[in-house]
């Protein structure tokens, strides 16, 4: 039996010297860094150098800039920080008590790079993060077996393979069988995202798609939204203020003609 680890595919989780969390973890739903992006967005020489190597933009979802954001707005958060994790980097040394991180997973990071696989240490220096405070990189399939502490809390048996895994983007590439060129994915849940694999990293002129690692020699190039069936959501609380179930919005839809409706445009 093996378990495999997904989870969303941006995260920080700041970590004490005693690999204690700092607090909660951030996803790619904080957007806090947003003004810490823009700045440094400006720069143009900047980000194009940066989306080179690592085929990211400067986005606030990246952990890369929300650390940066930390470091310049809330120095004092940082103070007790040792280490830096993900969600699904915390699970997996919780469960194995290893300390490594997915090179997948670290892709969305901001700060690997995306040609050599590697952290980038010019990019860690640009953010002030030591090469110590982030953990060694393998590939999504790297195992260890479950400890027995955790094999007591969950009712599994000791010794359970626990994959490190990858992001959910990455694993709904690979579980659509569509890992050979031309074969797009496309999902939408609380985002949207379409994504294509490459045997090599796809990295236009003018910054724009990112490209992340995927698996086995392959790399994913994509785009995706943020407003996707969050949408809905925001629909009902703000222009019905939270007065109309989704049944109720479901069945008005239904006397709705597709061709003479407004469309929206998250």
Not at 7 to 16: E, G, I, Y
Not at 153 to 178: M, R, Y
Not at 215 to 237: D, P, Q, R
């Amino acid at each position: 039996v093996q378990t495999w680890l997904f989870r969303s595919w941006h995260s920080l989780l700041l970590l004490d010297k005693e690999r204690k969390p700092l607090g909660r973890i951030s996803t790619w739903a904080n957007t806090t860094a947003g003004e810490t992006a823009r700045k440094y967005r400006k720069d143009k020489r900047l980000t194009k150098e940066l989306y080179s190597r690592t085929g990211c933009m400067i986005h606030s979802f990246y952990p890369l800039w929300q650390y940066i954001h930390l470091r310049e707005k809330e120095p004092e958060r940082l103070e007790r920080a040792a280490y830096l994790s993900s969600q699904p980097q915390y699970i997996f040394e919780r469960l194995t008590g290893e300390w490594v991180y997915s090179r997948s997973t670290a892709a969305g990071s901001g700060m690997m790079n995306v040609h050599t696989l590697e952290w980038d240490e010019d990019i860690l220096k640009l953010a002030g993060i030591s090469k110590d405070m982030v953990a060694p990189l393998r590939e999504p399939i790297y195992g260890a077996p479950l400890t027995e502490t955790a094999a007591h809390d969950l009712g599994l048996d000791a010794g359970i393979p626990v994959i490190v895994g990858g992001p959910d983007g990455a694993l709904n590439q690979i579980g659509g069988g569509c890992m050979e060129e031309g074969h797009m994915t496309f999902s939408v849940g609380t985002s949207g995202a379409i994504r294509i694999p490459c045997d090599q990293p796809i990295l236009p002129e003018n910054p724009s798609t990112w490209c992340y690692y995927l698996a086995e020699g392959k790399w994913i190039a994509g785009a995706a939204t943020s407003g996707a069936g969050n949408c809905v959501e925001w629909f009902v609380k703000r222009v019905h203020q939270g007065q109309v179930s989704y049944d109720e919005l479901e069945s008005r839809m239904e006397a709705i003609d597709p061709r003479t409706a407004p469309i929206f445009l998250p």
